[in-house]
């Protein structure tokens, strides 16, 4: 078993162990990846200042995210197609999740489907919401998440159409993956990934198969959202879809202090502040750069929660330190599933945990309340000298 100390080590299983097509599924930007690598290098640019000489005892990063109690501010993000990463890889990381304490949430666009995850772990989940042009189906798959116990929706705004990414048109995405023989090598060699999917029926997009009318294509995932996402979405739309839930609402994706705004008067329990980890909108600022102006906006009004390029404990701490509340993490336990299994995302969480927990220390601070701005080295053009576009 390999000697795992960081989030890097199990993005280099993860690449070692599960096929291309879909590592680099994961592990890829629209366009020029611009936003996708500075969502991750601006973290690096803040700094923590080490204290001393403080009483360290009886720390915790407890915490709760929309009153569901918590054992650190940090949610599983949703990730499509993540039973592709690992055989059953949405029920494994449901469990990991349940086991450790914090919220998983689970895609539209997953392979196992939401009874599935019900069925096979204890906790409830959260469910994640793409708004297609079918309301019928809309409509039908609110019912299932509420029949599945769903704690939360996660509605997602900023995919209405999809970024491109180079590398999944090259490799020829698609789920379940076609045969052919660059294919077939890749799936020989990466035995561990394939023994697992050939002892799982779930290899396929369940929440759609069976359910949406007028299913074309779907294992192309980019012409299957060209058709069917709706290109029509909006406030009013989304103002539907939280009276038709009815429960917590969580507005993910949101960048821009006026769409904060926007969202808190749409009723939002929660905001996600994401750019989808550099997927869609290449050139937009990373989240993290973007943070500040939405605390400023809106801080109090609702939870402000943020993802897109966290890689360590000490990310999450500095968005903290920026006034999150909370944080998503993607890819960082995507690399946990595909390395090793329901273990690796358990791993990961831990991994963020004992990261957070020691430089909370080394800073002086004993818990998450405590942890604000003056923990931080923030350079003084940190938000971008733009000029004004109003
Ligand atoms: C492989 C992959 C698939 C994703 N699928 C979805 C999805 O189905 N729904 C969604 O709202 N966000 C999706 N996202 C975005 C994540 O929920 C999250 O915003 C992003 O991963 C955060 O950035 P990080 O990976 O740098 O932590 C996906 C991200 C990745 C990497």
Redesign the pocket.
């Given at each position: 078993m390999p000697v795992i100390t960081s989030i890097d080590d199990l993005r280099h299983l993860h690449r070692r162990r599960t096929p291309k097509m879909f590592f680099d599924?994961?592990?890829s930007g629209s366009w020029t990846e611009q936003t996708?690598r500075e969502?991750?290098s601006d973290f690096d640019k803040i700094r923590f200042r080490q204290r001393v000489a403080v009483d360290m005892s009886g720390r915790t990063l407890k915490g709760t995210m929309l009153g569901q109690p918590v054992t650190m501010p940090v949610a599983l993000?949703?990730?499509?197609?993540?039973g592709m990463q690992n055989a059953d890889g949405e029920i494994k990381a449901a469990r990991a999740a349940a086991r450790f304490g914090v919220p998983y949430?689970l895609?539209?666009?997953?392979i196992c489907s939401i009874e599935d995850v019900a069925q096979n772990s204890a906790d409830p989940f959260w469910f994640?919401l793409?708004v297609m042009q079918d309301t019928g189906f809309v409509d039908e798959i609110i019912e299932r998440a509420r029949a599945a116990n769903c704690s939360a929706l996660?509605l997602?705004l900023d995919?209405q159409i999809l970024g491109q990414r180079h590398k999944d048109i090259k490799n020829g995405l698609s789920a379940p993956p076609k045969i052919t023989p660059r294919n077939a090598f890749d799936f020989a060699t990466k035995w561990r990934w394939s023994f697992g999917m050939a002892g799982t029926k779930r290899r396929t997009f369940r929440n759609i198969v069976g359910h949406a009318s007028s299913v074309g294509d779907l294992t192309s995932l980019s012409a299957w959202t060209a058709e069917q996402f709706d290109p029509r979405l909006d406030w009013a739309k989304v103002e539907r879809i939280r009276e038709r839930w009815g429960g917590k609402l969580i507005l993910?994706?949101i960048l821009d202090a006026e769409d904060a705004k926007l969202a808190v008067k749409a009723g939002a329990d929660a905001i996600?502040v994401?750019?989808?980890?550099?997927?869609q909108l290449d050139g937009a600022l990373s989240s993290i750069r973007m943070l500040p102006s939405v605390v400023r906006a809106v801080k109090g009004e609702t939870e402000i929660w943020l993802?897109?390029?966290?890689?360590s404990g000490q990310d999450i701490l500095k968005a903290i330190a920026l006034g999150a509340d909370a944080t998503?993490?993607?890819?960082?336990y995507?690399y946990g599933l595909g390395a090793m299994g329901e273990a690796g995302v358990t791993r990961a969480l831990e991994i963020l945990q004992k990261e957070m927990d020691v430089t909370m220390a080394l800073c002086g601070r004993r818990t998450l309340r405590e942890v604000a701005r003056d923990i931080l080295l923030v350079p003084r053009d940190f938000e971008g000298d733009w000029a004004e576009n109003a």
């Open positions: 599924y994961c592990e996708f969502n991750s993000a949703p990730i499509g197609s993540l949430t895609s539209t666009m997953s994640q793409y996660v997602t995919l993910k994706g996600v994401s750019n989808h980890g550099g997927r993802d897109s390029g966290i890689r998503m993490v993607g890819r960082a995507v």
